[in-house]
C-alpha cells in the first residue's frame, strides 16, 4: 500500500468523528458533468441568448420558466446516475461504530442513493420539489408537465420548481448550521472533488479544528496547515485502496 494512502487509512481508523465535504468532483466520477470544466453545466448551450449561469438564476426562472425547465431536465437531473466508489465507502462506514457525517455542494442526492443517513445538500436536491402556489412536495416521478414542459401541481396548477439553491438565493439556515456543526465537531474533515472556490460553502472549512484533514481532488487547491493529505486523483481510485473499518 502507498505510503500517503496508508496515513489516510490510519486517520480514518484513529477518528471517530468524520465528516466528507463534497463537491462537483465527487459526481463526475458517477457520469455526472460539473459546472465549470470545459465540458461542464455552464458551457451547455441553452438555445437562447442567455448563459447557463443566467438561466439558473432566481429571476430568469421566475421571468422564464419554460426555457428554466428545459435546461433544468436536460443538465441538472440525472435519474440514472448511481453512485461510485467513494459515496458506497462513506456509506459503509456509517456502518461502523463512528459518526460519520457528509456536507455537500451538489444536487444529485448520491449521497442518500448510497445510503449515508447524516446528509447536509447545502445548495438543495433536483430530487425533490415544490408548488409555489401550496407548498405540496412532488418527486421527480410525480411531476406532470404542462404543454410548455412546466410542472404544474395538480391540486392548484402552481409551478413546482426544484428544492434547489439558484444563484441570488439564499443557502438554508437550518443546513448551515447542521453543517457547521458537524465540522465544527468533527476530528477529521476529507475534502472530496472540490477546489473551493464556491463560496459561501467553501469557507465552512475554517470550522475545521480537528486533528486529521485530508483532499482528494483531481487539480491543486490551497490549503494551510503543514499536517494536510493531499491526493491530486480521482476519488474512485483512492477510495478502493481503503477499507473500511470500525474503532
Not at 453512485?83 to 456509506?91: C, Q, V
Not at 448510497?114 to 446528509?119: L, N, R
Not at 412536495?137 to 396548477?157: A, F, S, W
Not at 472556490?197 to 480537528?210: E, L
Request: contains cysteine.
Amino acid at each position: 500500500m502507498d505510503a500517503k494512502i496508508e496515513q489516510l487509512q490510519q486517520a480514518l481508523n484513529e477518528s471517530q468523528r468524520i465528516v466528507f465535504f463534497s463537491g462537483a468532483g465527487m459526481s463526475t466520477q458517477s457520469g455526472i458533468p460539473d459546472f465549470r470544466s470545459s465540458d461542464g453545466v455552464f458551457m451547455q448551450d441553452t438555445g437562447t441568448q442567455y448563459s447557463a449561469e443566467e438561466v439558473i438564476s432566481h429571476s430568469f426562472f421566475q421571468a422564464h420558466p419554460e426555457v428554466y425547465f428545459k435546461f433544468h431536465f436536460d443538465n441538472l437531473v440525472y435519474p440514472d446516475a448511481k453512485p461510485n466508489e467513494g459515496h458506497e465507502f462513506i456509506a459503509d462506514l456509517e456502518d461502523t461504530d463512528k459518526q460519520v457525517a457528509v456536507v455537500t455542494q451538489n444536487i444529485d442526492g448520491l449521497h442518500q442513493k448510497a445510503g449515508s443517513s447524516e446528509v447536509y445538500e447545502l445548495h438543495g436536491t433536483v430530487n425533490d420539489n415544490y408548488c409555489l402556489e401550496c407548498g405540496t412536495h412532488y418527486t421527480n416521478d410525480q411531476l406532470e408537465l404542462d404543454d410548455k414542459g412546466i410542472p404544474r401541481c395538480p391540486k392548484d396548477g402552481g409551478i413546482v420548481r426544484p428544492d434547489i439553491v439558484m444563484y441570488e438565493e439564499q443557502l438554508d439556515p437550518t443546513t448551515i448550521q447542521g453543517a457547521v456543526e458537524a465540522i465544527s465537531r468533527a476530528d477529521m474533515l476529507v475534502i472530496l472533488g472540490t477546489s473551493l472556490i464556491v463560496y459561501p460553502a467553501a469557507s465552512f472549512v475554517r470550522y475545521f479544528k480537528g486533528d486529521h484533514l485530508a483532499v482528494i481532488n483531481k487539480t491543486p487547491i490551497q490549503l494551510q496547515g503543514e499536517n494536510v493529505l493531499v491526493f491530486e486523483d480521482t476519488i474512485n481510485n483512492v477510495f478502493r485502496q481503503l477499507e473500511v473499518r470500525g474503532n
